[in-house]
């Protein structure tokens, strides 16, 4: 399948690594991927490895967000805005996450295994022919995960991230769907249309704290 997205590569790339909803800045202004690679990896082995331990801090209407999740966001935002993010800014963003799963499982949209192989094809290709400022930005940010060119694309981090990524792209292209005709062809106007969507779905959520020092300075 082709990709569907007019997103910079790299910008793509942290949108597969940090699973986050609005990937806008991070291709420019010299983020430091390196560290966002770092956090991830972290949070990923405390909730994945083999001594795992996953430590729900917080729930959008039902759904369960970690210690690890709240962080690594954490840091992806700090990396995106050049400060440190708010208490509210972290919620804002998590329960963006949140909802985007939740009207997913509301629309039954899902990923099949021949569509996630299709995508990761798609996506290791498209950073074969990296150059330049990209290219260093790409291999930061596999540094800081703990992986090169040559095994990241075939980790269950790279399938697990690409799920969640392809995830996203579906769902945004199932809500423009109902989109109003005259916005439809018009990238930057069908993407303030999916973002505002979903900041609606955010508003309207149901978000209980069940613990507060996940959100402290």
């Known amino acids: 399948m082709e990709a569907k997205t007019k997103l910079s590569t790299i910008a793509a790339f942290v949108l597969i690594v940090v699973f986050t909803v609005s990937v806008a800045g991070y291709s420019k202004n010299g983020n430091n991927l390196y560290e966002i690679g770092k956090e991830a990896s972290r949070v990923y082995k405390q909730e994945h490895g083999s001594n795992s331990v996953r430590k729900i801090v917080l729930e959008v209407n039902g759904v369960k967000i ?127 249309h999916f973002e505002e969507m979903i900041d609606d779905l955010a508003e309207e959520a149901d978000v209980e704290i069940l613990d507060e020092s996940a959100f402290d300075d």
Do not use: C, H
């Open 66 to 192: 970690s210690s690890g999740e709240v962080s690594l966001r954490t840091v992806a935002l700090e990396q995106s805005l050049g400060r440190k993010p708010s208490r509210e800014e972290i919620i804002e963003a998590v329960t963006k996450q949140a909802m985007m799963v939740k009207e997913a499982e509301k629309r039954k949209i899902s990923v099949s295994k021949p569509e996630l192989d299709d995508y990761i094809d798609v996506m290791r290709k498209s950073f074969e022919g990296l150059e330049g400022f990209e290219k260093s930005q790409y291999i930061d940010l596999l540094r800081g995960l703990g992986y090169t060119e040559n095994n990241f694309w075939d980790s269950e981090y790279a399938r697990e991230g690409s799920r969640r990524a392809l995830l996203a792209v579906k769902l945004r292209e199932d809500i423009l769907k109902e989109a109003p005709s005259e916005i439809k062809g018009d990238y930057e106007k069908e993407w303030k």
